[in-house]
């Protein structure tokens, strides 16, 4: 397969990371550095190698460069996804909520970074192991960790699904008065109880699409390597440009798209802690 594909996804993602580094400046929305920048920096440097080793496919280095940074650099976008919908439950109320949204963040997140050590340990192994039974345990350890993470999305996934047909359909759980914060952090009464407005239907339609992206690429990731480092799926370049490149590069771009820091900006959402009024994007904790 010629390498202009993947010259194409290098252009794509990094216009992608230039445009989020700048709504970046505007919104302040630090919380997209160590999600979003960081996953769009590790993609930048795996289809550099990915580039590099079509050049010099005898070489070692860009082929370890490319197995590790590619297997685990979407990982922090899934980080965005709960951060995100931690935010958007915060506005539209928590009642519609299965779970607090301090335990969104609290079990995803680390279910993500159990699955990011993983993968990064296995595919550390793999690319390095020039035995064919360690290098298949490498290959095991970094399916185990897909897996793992693809389990953990679908679970979120169908949280946030639930959430949002409760949101829409106005189907609480339970009484908006009995969801207090341990940290008597609430939304402020006239913002909370408003009809859905456009900047949180936005908002909610970027992230079903973002997750939709990611899932996708999770189950081909899945197929690719329980079919083996000799299988057809992994020595088919096609279905890995479109099952993983693109499906990454959709999500980075409906990030660009949907800006979760814009939009909750124009949602005019204001979180109250004691008697002090802050903004989403402020650095003060609030439950995700």
């Known amino acids: 397969m010629y390498k202009y594909p993947f010259c194409l996804e290098l252009v794509l993602i990094d216009s992608s990371q230039v445009l989020h580094v700048v709504q970046l400046s505007q ?26 080793s079509h050049d010099a496919p005898l070489d070692y280095n860009p082929y370890l460069i490319q197995t590790v940074t590619l297997i ?22 928590h009642e519609y909520s299965r779970l607090n949204p301090r335990l969104y963040s609290r079990i995803f997140f680390t279910c993500d970074l159990v699955a990011l050590l993983v993968q990064a340990a296995g ?13 298949q345990m490498g290959s095991d350890i970094m399916l185990g960790g897909i897996i793992f993470q693809l389990i953990s999305l679908s679970v979120f996934c169908v949280l946030v699904g639930e959430y949002l047909v409760r949101r829409f359909k ?21 913002e909370a109880w408003r009809p859905v407005g456009r900047p949180m239907r936005l908002l909610a339609i970027g992230l079903c699409i973002e997750a939709t992206s990611l ?12 079919d083996g480092w000799n299988g057809q799926v992994i020595r088919t370049q096609s279905l ?7 499906m990454v590069f959709l999500t980075m771009f409906t990030l660009n798209v949907f800006h979760p820091g814009r939009l909750l900006k124009e949602s005019g959402l204001r979180i109250v802690a004691g008697d002090r009024s802050i903004s ?3 650095d003060l904790k609030i439950p995700v």
């Open 123 to 135: 595919g550390g192994i793999a690319a390095s192991s020039s035995n064919a039974n360690t290098g």
């Open 240 to 246: 890995f440009v479109v099952f993983d490149g693109v």
């Open 215 to 226: 899932y996708i690429r999770g189950i081909y990731r899945t197929i690719e390597l329980a």
């Open 280 to 282: 989403p994007n402020s």
């Open 27 to 52: 919104t302040r929305a630090w919380w997209l550095l160590p999600t979003v920048f960081l996953a769009g920096t590790g993609e930048l440097i795996g289809w550099t190698g990915r580039t590099w």
């Open 170 to 190: 106005d189907r609480p759980l339970r009484k908006p008065s009995t969801m207090n914060d341990t940290d008597s952090i609430r939304t402020l009464v006239d």
């Open 72 to 93: 685990i650099s979407p990982t922090p976008l899934i980080g965005a996804l709960f951060i995100t919908f931690g935010r958007l439950s915060t506005h539209l109320g």
